[in-house]
């Protein structure tokens, strides 16, 4: 069992940066892929950003890529997203989700996920 708790989010301005954080319970958090969705107000959740287990591996979306960095430190059962250069299009609920397999968590069937943290971003 896993739960999430993201925090981080808040008011941000167009070309600012915030930093999101998504806090693990669970001994095995280590052994778990994690990723960031996120759903804007009337659209559908879209994928954001995903690390592999050990924080080898990371993937992106096309509208984040440059921008956004996914990391985690699994001493301290958190991952991170660090999101520069804001734009009032990355307005919307962000959510990290946790699963063992990586392709499940980029096409969002992931086993657990948080509550979400809004972000909001001003031009």
């Known amino acids: 069992q896993v739960q999430l708790v993201e925090s981080g989010g808040g008011l941000g301005q167009a070309g600012g940066s915030l930093r999101l954080s998504c806090a693990a319970s669970g001994r095995t958090f280590s052994s778990y892929a994690v990723g960031w969705f996120r759903q804007a107000p009337g659209k559908e959740r879209e994928f954001v950003a995903a690390?592999?287990?050990?924080?080898?591996?990371?993937y992106y979306a096309d509208s984040v890529k440059g921008r956004f960095t996914i990391s985690r430190d699994n001493a301290k059962n958190t991952v991170y997203l660090q999101m520069n250069s804001l734009k009032p299009e990355d307005t919307a609920v962000y959510y990290c989700?946790?699963?063992?397999?990586?392709?499940?968590?980029?096409?969002?069937?992931?086993?657990?996920w948080g509550q979400g943290t809004q972000v909001t971003v001003s031009s």
């Open positions: 989700n946790a699963d063992q397999a990586l392709n499940t968590i980029i096409v969002g069937a992931s086993m657990y």
């Open positions: 690390i592999s287990w050990s924080g080898d591996s990371t």
